[in-house]
Nanobody
Framework: QVQLVESGGGLVQFGKSLRLSCVASGRQFIIKVMGWYRQTPGKQRELVAS???????YYADSVKGRFTISRDSLKNTLYLQMNSLTPEDTAVYYCNGGLLVAGRDDYDYDYWGQGTQVTVSS
């Protein structure tokens, strides 16, 4: 199996920045796509940003120009640089992976981290 562990969340003031990290460990794997989702109480989990194996990125309209997703393949780490944060960005942020894990026949898109809380004060 593969484990995803997020870090970097916390309390930050309006307009400030945070960088989230997600480290993947366990069995060998090939990445199809990795992404960051966020969820607030009572709402569905939403895709914030994603990056494919070839480096193609996607951003939700609400974060375009403020957030940057990146990946360090040597460190098996996914990042989300979040700038110009607003209270609307307050949520639990989850790392997700679409991975082909050694010993499996197909990609599995259901790899999730435990989440990291981001709180932006006004």
């Amino acid at each position: 199996q593969v484990q995803l562990v997020e870090s970097g969340g916390g309390l930050v003031q309006f307009g400030k920045s945070l960088r989230l990290s997600c480290v993947a460990s366990g069995r060998q794997f090939i990445i199809k796509v990795m992404g960051w989702y966020r969820q607030t109480p009572g709402k569905q989990r939403e895709l914030v940003a994603s990056i494919t194996r070839d480096g193609t990125t996607y951003y939700a309209d609400s974060v375009k120009g403020r957030f940057t997703i990146s990946r360090d393949s040597l460190k098996n780490t996914l990042y989300l640089q979040m700038n110009s944060l607003t209270p609307e960005d307050t949520a639990v942020y989850y790392c997700n992976g679409g991975l082909l894990v050694a010993g499996r026949d197909d990609y599995d898109y259901d790899y999730w981290g435990q989440g990291t809380q981001v709180t932006v004060s006004s």
